[in-house]
């Protein structure tokens, strides 16, 4: 996150997000996600140079087809899901965990359960 580079260069936030726009334009670095939730990672041409192709699938995460066919599973095997859990399989901060559970709500994958905050969990939906 652009806050934690911020903190590592010493720097105020601006200057590290516009450094790491230079490192993007370089093709040294790529950003995915938007706005605070936005996060960099090495270029896969980057881990090309340094000769390991496989750390960059593993540090890019996952896509989003991989994130909903993951939380499915975890339904299935487990009954419900949380957002903090969705996050941790997933490799996602807590607003995009729950973005993508609210978008499998929205397919009728998903059902939301309780109310607000920590006591909301998901479970299998109808589809």
């Given at each position: 996150m652009t806050d934690e580079a911020a903190r590592m260069i010493q720097k105020p936030e601006a200057d590290a997000r516009g450094a790491l726009n230079h490192l993007v334009?370089?093709?040294?670095?790529?950003?995915?996600?938007?706005?605070?939730g936005r996060a960099w990672h090495l270029?896969?041409?980057?881990y090309?140079?340094?000769?390991?192709?496989?750390a960059y699938v593993r540090?890019?995460?996952f896509e989003p087809l991989q994130q909903e066919q993951m939380v499915l599973q975890y339904v299935e095997?487990?009954?419900r899901i949380t957002r903090r859990e969705a996050a941790?399989?997933?490799?996602?901060?807590?607003?995009?965990?729950?973005?993508?559970?609210?978008r499998l709500a929205g397919q009728g994958r998903l059902m939301r359960e309780g109310g607000r905050g920590r006591g909301?969990?998901?479970?299998?939906?109808?589809k």
């Amino acid at each position: 996150m652009t806050d934690e580079a911020a903190r590592m260069i010493q720097k105020p936030e601006a200057d590290a997000r516009g450094a790491l726009n230079h490192l993007v334009e370089a093709g040294f670095v790529e950003a995915q996600g938007e706005g605070r939730g936005r996060a960099w990672h090495l270029s896969a041409a980057t881990y090309r140079r340094i000769g390991d192709k496989a750390a960059y699938v593993r540090q890019r995460g996952f896509e989003p087809l991989q994130q909903e066919q993951m939380v499915l599973q975890y339904v299935e095997k487990y009954g419900r899901i949380t957002r903090r859990e969705a996050a941790g399989l997933c490799r996602l901060t807590g607003p995009q965990a729950y973005r993508l559970l609210d978008r499998l709500a929205g397919q009728g994958r998903l059902m939301r359960e309780g109310g607000r905050g920590r006591g909301v969990s998901y479970r299998k939906g109808r589809k």
